[in-house]
């Protein structure tokens, strides 16, 4: 699969140094894991936990939720298309 950026600013964002927007993903076979990426339909989230719903996104000018850091997840989005978390039973019962 070639990747194809999703109409938006994300891939500029990173080499300005400026925040990007980050969207969330929950996947619907495992529903504990979560995805970060960086377009609307997750084009680069793995395959093999697939399909992917969209639950969220967050500002470029807000915080991650659960105290996840941006310093983290937008390399990893950058580098990799993703970043994958899982959410304990203890967060979902609070969400």
């Not at 504990?32 to 969209?54: N, Y």
């Not at 967050?58 to 939720?65: G, S, V």
């Amino acid at each position: 699969m070639v990747y194809e950026p999703a109409d938006n600013d994300n891939d500029l964002s990173l080499e300005r140094g400026t925040r990007m927007r980050i969207f969330i993903f929950k996947s619907e076979p495992n529903p504990d894991l979560r995805a970060f990426g960086g377009d609307l339909v997750g084009s680069q989230l793995p395959k093999q936990f697939s399909p992917w719903h969209a639950v969220g996104a967050i500002a470029p000018d807000q915080a991650p939720p659960h105290g996840l850091s941006r310093d983290v997840i937008e390399p990893a989005i950058k580098t990799q298309g993703f970043q994958l978390w899982r959410i304990s039973k203890k967060e979902e019962v609070k969400a």
